[in-house]
């Protein structure tokens, strides 16, 4: 199968890509990311599921027909041909500020031995790049408390409260 982009590389920042460490490469999720562990490097941050390839790829497909609200990214090290750090940002339709858009960033994770190398910096600072481009009034995103400092040194704010509400277990599709 030819490998296919999530979307174009012109919503990648240049200045992340100059920052990685050499032989590691910023771009949008890609088709064949399945073999290189995108789902691994998922699994450091919460459950991900065993995924099967074709669930993968059917996932990929939707996200790939939506690809003007969803941007999943990688940074992957070349010499092992290996996905490191992940994270996505979702463009959402506002009727407020007259049909303003709000990036949602989510699902940031980066492999074990890979951290400490600022490979989580670079991922959001990618994904706020990615927000302006797209025309974002703001980019927003939920964090555990421990993570407050962290963000903070990535330009974010905190303010308001997070609120959840977890679906039944027995109602909810897993």
């Given at each position: 199968m030819t490998e296919i982009s999530l979307f174009e590389s012109y919503l990648l920042s240049p200045e992340v890509q100059s920052q990685?460490?050499?032989?590691?490469?910023?771009?949008?999720?890609?088709?064949?990311?399945?073999?290189?562990g995108f789902l691994d490097v998922l699994?450091?941050?919460?459950?991900?599921?065993?995924?099967?390839?074709?669930?993968?790829?059917?996932?990929?497909?939707?996200?790939?027909?939506?690809?003007?609200?969803?941007h999943t990214i990688t940074i992957t090290d070349d010499s092992k041909n290996q996905v490191v750090a992940v994270g996505t940002i979702f463009v959402e339709r506002k009727f407020v500020h007259?049909?303003?858009?709000?990036?949602?960033?989510?699902?940031?994770?980066?492999?074990?031995?890979?951290q400490g190398k600022k490979l989580g910096l670079r991922i959001i600072q990618a994904l706020k790049y990615i927000g302006a481009k797209r025309g974002c009034y703001k980019v927003i995103l939920d964090c555990s408390e421990k993570n407050v400092p962290f963000y903070e040194k990535c330009g974010f704010k905190q303010k308001e409260v997070e609120m959840a509400w977890y679906v039944p277990q027995e109602k909810a599709r897993l």
């Open positions: 990685l460490p050499s032989g590691y490469t910023l771009r949008a999720l890609r088709s064949n990311d399945y073999e290189r699994a450091v941050l919460t459950e991900v599921g065993n995924h099967t390839k074709k669930e993968f790829e059917e996932q990929f497909k939707y996200l790939k027909q939506h690809n003007h609200e969803y007259k049909n303003g858009l709000v990036g949602h960033i989510e699902d940031i994770a980066v492999r074990n031995n890979q």
